[in-house]
């Protein structure tokens, strides 16, 4: 495993956001727990707005929030899945 693993949402091409695959356990589930956390928070206003009161770039930018966040945590989480191996 190299050292720095590429974030599966980076552009194409471009590996800028970049996971440290030494960190240490308590730092990448520190890492994974507050992207999912606040994934799941964004979500959690999602379920409160209603089509009356909210505007639908709200709503999409809700969703891609929600979306890069989680599949950061799951890249972060995969890391360490990745170390059992």
């Keep these: 495993m190299s050292d720095f693993l590429p974030q599966t949402d980076n552009p194409v091409g471009s590996d800028v956001l970049l996971i440290d ?4 356990v308590a730092a ?3 890492c994974a727990e507050h992207r999912i956390q606040a994934a799941k928070n964004l979500l959690r206003c999602l379920s409160h707005m209603n089509t009356y009161s909210s505007d ?3 709503l999409s930018a809700v969703c891609e929030a929600s979306s890069l ?3 950061e945590g799951c890249d972060v989480l995969g890391v360490l899945v990745m170390r059992e191996m």
């Design 56 to 58: 639908p770039h709200d």
């Design 28 to 30: 990448l589930l520190t």
């Design 21 to 24: 695959t030494r960190a240490s």
């Design 69 to 71: 966040l989680l599949q």
